[in-house]
T-cell receptor, first 113, second 113 residues
């Protein structure tokens, strides 16, 4: 059973399009995250939700909109995709917002042409 | 798959040798320091953490050392195996405020058979 699953694993799209990445966790965790990993492997947090409430919103363009319908799901919608959005996006979850042990998904590689 | 042109520091060791991966952290107020391992095509995976009031912690085949004087963290892997080949990240965590992992740049460990 996959603990944190994200779909799709690969996404290739044109500039200007809108796309979504979905994430689900079956660990019973309260907190979920989106991280972005660039081509140099640098990992940076984008958003965090605790029990469906947004608790961390880093300086991310407002073209990125997370949505958490329930505490087991956190989706990421991206409008008007740009070349610089190409990256691997990781979803993660933890027991709570004060946890340093995160369980990550396998990542969704987004390529914007 | 791997991207072309990555310039991650790389540590190459022989199978069976001990490996030491180093990290310089930035925030002396961090409460926890954590090591994550990322295998090719996968998300980061928690290895071990250490609280800021400790200077050493041992796990199974791994030891983390913390030197707060020089803001240095290291991960020692005993009897390195081919399965240890991955990118290793150190991360910092504060129990107050933002409460999000801040990752450092990674180090690639290559284990030669």
């Amino acid at each position: 059973d996959t603990a944190v699953s994200q779909t799709p694993k690969y996404l290739v799209t044109q500039m200007g399009n809108d796309k979504s990445i979905k994430c689900e966790q079956n660990l019973g965790h309260d907190t979920m995250y989106w991280y972005k990993q660039d081509s140099k492997k640098f990992l940076k947090i984008m958003f965090s939700y605790n029990n469906k409430e947004l608790i961390i919103n880093e300086t991310v363009p407002n073209r990125f909109s997370p949505k958490s319908p329930d505490k087991a799901h956190l989706n990421l919608h991206i409008n008007s995709l740009e070349l610089g959005d190409s990256a691997v996006y990781f979803c993660a979850s933890s027991h709570g917002p004060g946890a340093n042990v995160l369980t990550f998904g396998a990542g969704s590689r987004l390529t914007v042409l | 798959g791997e991207s072309v042109g990555l310039h991650l520091p790389t540590l190459s060791v022989q199978e069976g040798d001990n490996s030491i991966i180093n990290c310089a952290y930035s925030n002396s107020a961090s409460d926890y320091f954590i090591w994550y391992k990322q295998e090719s095509g996968k998300g980061p995976q928690f290895i071990i953490d250490i609280r800021s009031n400790m200077d050493k912690r041992q796990g199974q085949r791994v030891t983390v050392l913390l030197n707060k004087t020089v803001k240095h963290l290291s991960l020692q892997i005993a009897a390195t195996q081919p399965g240890d080949s991955a990118v290793y990240f150190c991360a910092e965590f504060l129990l107050t405020g933002r409460r999000a992992l801040t990752f450092g740049s990674g180090t690639r460990l290559q284990v030669q058979p």
